[in-house]
């Protein structure tokens, strides 16, 4: 019996592993380790030791996790050859390697000049499960980025970007400026977040990187493609408010080919939380299918997708909608189809060669009592670009024509808006890191269309990364918007009574502007902590100003003067074992200053503040708690409106396969029409005042979602 006990013994194996911060090598207190076939776990000791004994000889999988450091898999092969512990770095979350394509370079984006913030992963999936059925809020919960409603009844909106109107801002999908002028309406209602693989923005001006109307700054919607493991996700939503949404999403990639395939149909029934007799959220149904088809050559690779979205919107009188009874009313239909060709091919290791086109057509007729608006815009991007990466220096440049057609079909004796735009542009970006600790980012756009000429539009960012806890980043450029009559101010009027563009005497509008921030991440005790301060300066010149005209018309002219946003933002985020807390804060003093005067522009919140809480246990269970505080706003009417604050909550319960989710949003029912009005006059014709605050108040919403 003791001969056997001791060969036993002998037979029991034991291994350290000493864990690290690969970024200063600092201990990472309270970090543990798990052996996932005996789901044994064991934490570090104060120097960072983890000892696991009276193992048998085998291999073992250890997983390594710390709050605020990636999760680390090490194999280990008992006996060891050495009693010295094994050597194991953590790198920050913050490192996670994200590739942004926004930015034209497709490279890390810790190692980006140019300042970008994503939106992906768990905090996509977290976003996406508030509103499943489309991005605004999504992107409504980012710090400096406001959308702003449109239509009280059809809850039509866009996208402001550091307090400037929605139209400054540039929406591209996977890299296609598919969402400009009149397809630009309706867009952020229309796009489901299932298929997206992130979300980028750069704030500032950027109309280098794909030419007009990225003044305030641009969205790049990136999509999910192939991976060598094969997805197929479901998802249900349903709301108290009537709403239904389903979404289905497969991808798979085989050896020469791959193929991605996206639809949905969403849906809700009228909704009027006021019981004043109008929607806040319309009666609408859409359906959404996407595929897309990959090709995997030694050298070249392709992509070929087309999209299709149709839509049927009716807002306004209650009993109009339900009852077909006399009353305010309107019509939002859309068909928008859209296709896409990339063609990627490697000339060399180092240099490659890009073709990649779209076309878009897209109609929309607007109906309300008396009057209706009805066009259709076909458009298409072309572009060619060769780019070369050496040790230090990456060069991308290339050329692209754009067309932008719109036609009118006339319903009322009046002068319709058709226009005919044709750009054509080329472009030249340089980055170079002569050292690990700095980056230089210039580039340099030259667009021409017929109707306004020239615009030369340089740019340049800088990088330096002073410690490995410290990142200071600098930037600035030039922009320009080819005028158009389909902004926030027309919109509201659903474009009645405004005059065409007048090309002979109004002009692009051009912005300059620039931005420095500041990154620092430390560790306090067992607390991650990440900072991002960021300082922001926008000036537009000549802005499109919708000016009264005799006969009860507007007409767009320039104004005389020029509008500037400035401010800052600041971003907190505080981790501590299964729990994070983002606190972001953002200020925007946003002025007009025409013919000398200076006013403050209208629906821009100078104060806003976002506190999102969340304690997470990996895979298997997720709960958040979530405030936001808007200061008081400007009105058109110059009113003021009242500041307010919306919270909400969510949770979702993970397994393998599943999880079901459910969202509280706006849980103290803040509503406009609860503090404020949202029209005059009789509910017959009523004239809407600015939409500031929510008007669909609390609304609860859940689901399941299925992984297989």
Not at 288 to 312: C, D, H, M, Q
Not at 530 to 548: D, G, W
Request: charged share 20%.
């Amino acid at each position: 019996m003791m001969v056997c006990g001791t060969s036993v013994a002998i037979a029991q194996q034991s291994f350290q592993l000493q864990l690290k911060n690969s970024e200063d090598k600092t201990i990472p207190a309270g970090a543990s380790a798990t052996i996932v076939s005996l789901n044994k776990t064991v934490m570090a000791d104060s120097s960072g030791v983890v000892t696991f004994i009276n193992l048998p000889e085998g291999k073992y999988l250890v997983k390594i996790t710390h709050a605020g450091l990636q999760e680390q898999e090490v194999l280990v092969t008992l006996p060891v050859l050495s009693n010295e512990p094994i050597e194991v770095l953590l790198a920050p979350e913050d490192e996670e390697e994200v590739i942004v394509s926004a930015t034209r370079t497709s490279r890390s984006i810790a190692d980006i000049p140019t300042r970008v913030e994503t939106i992906s992963g768990e905090e996509l999936a977290e976003k996406g499960n508030m509103k499943p059925g489309e991005i605004r809020m999504l992107l409504n919960e980012t710090t400096g980025i406001q959308a702003q409603q449109t239509s009280a009844t059809s809850n039509n909106s866009s996208i402001r970007i550091q307090g400037l109107d929605g139209r400054y801002t540039q929406i591209l999908k996977d890299g296609f400026p598919l969402y400009a002028g009149f397809s630009g309406g309706l867009s952020l209602m229309q796009v489901t977040p299932l298929d997206l693989k992130q979300v980028e923005v750069i704030k500032g001006s950027s109309s280098t990187l794909y030419g007009g109307g990225a003044i305030a700054g641009l969205i790049n919607l990136v999509s999910k493609v192939p991976v060598a493991k094969k997805e197929i996700s479901f998802l249900a939503n349903g709301t108290s408010a009537g709403g239904l949404d389903l979404s289905a999403f497969y991808s798979e990639k085989f050896k020469k080919i791959g193929m991605t395939v996206f639809g949905s149909r969403n849906s809700s029934r009228p909704y009027d939380p006021a019981d004043i007799g109008l929607t806040a959220i319309p009666e609408f149904t859409r359906y959404s299918i996407n595929p897309r088809l990959f090709v995997y050559g030694e050298k070249t690779t392709a992509n070929i997708g087309v999209n299709y979205i149709t839509e049927k919107r009716t807002g306004g009188s209650m009993d109009y909608i339900k009852h077909g009874a006399p009353g305010y009313f309107e019509k939002n239909n859309t068909d928008r189809f859209t296709t896409q060709l990339d063609i990627l091919h490697h000339l060399s290791e180092n240099s490659v060669l890009n073709f990649k086109t779209s076309f878009s057509d897209f109609r929309r007729t607007i109906n309300i009592p008396n009057y209706m608006f009805e066009g259709k815009q076909r458009s298409s991007y072309s572009e060619i670009n060769y780019s070369m990466n050496q040790k230090k220096l990456f060069w991308i440049a290339g050329a692209n024509f754009l067309t932008d057609i719109f036609k009118e079909t006339p319903h009322v004796a009046a002068m319709l808006r058709n226009y005919d735009y044709k750009t054509a542009g080329a472009f030249v970006q340089n980055t170079w890191n002569p050292s690990p600790g700095f980056s230089l980012e210039t580039g340099l756009r030259s667009d021409y269309t017929k109707q306004y000429g020239f615009s030369l539009l340089p740019r340049i960012s800088a990088m330096i990364k002073a410690s490995p806890k410290l990142t200071l980043r600098l930037g600035g450029g030039l922009g320009y918007k080819t005028p158009t009559v389909f902004t926030e101010d027309a919109e509201k009027d659903h474009f009645r009574n405004i005059l065409p563009i007048n090309d002979q005497v109004v002009e692009n509008e051009r912005s300059a502007g620039g931005n420095f921030d500041i990154n620092f991440r430390t560790r306090i005790g067992g607390v991650a902590i990440a900072i991002n301060q960021l300082f922001f300066y926008t000036q537009l010149k000549k802005p499109l100003v919708l000016t009264p005209t005799s006969g009860g018309q507007s007409a767009f002219v320039n104004a005389e003067g020029h509008i500037d946003t400035r401010g800052w933002e600041t971003n907190l985020r505080f981790t501590y074992q299964d729990f994070k807390l983002f606190v972001g804060y953002t200020y925007a003093d946003v002025n007009t200053h025409y013919n000398g005067n200076k006013s403050w522009f209208p629906l821009t919140a100078r104060h806003r503040l976002n506190n999102v809480l969340i304690y997470e246990i990996e895979h298997r269970f997720k709960i958040g708690l979530e405030a936001y505080y808007f200061s008081p706003q400007k009105l058109n009417d110059n009113a003021r409106g009242k500041s307010y604050w919306l919270t909400g909550a969510m949770a979702e319960k993970l397994w393998k396969k599943f999880s079901l989710f459910v969202n509280f949003e706006n849980i103290f029912d803040t509503r406009q029409t609860k503090f404020d009005t949202i029209y005059t006059g009789n509910i017959g014709s009523p004239v809407f005042r600015d939409i500031y605050a929510p008007v669909d108040g609390f609304v609860v919403n859940g689901g399941l979602k299925i992984r297989l």
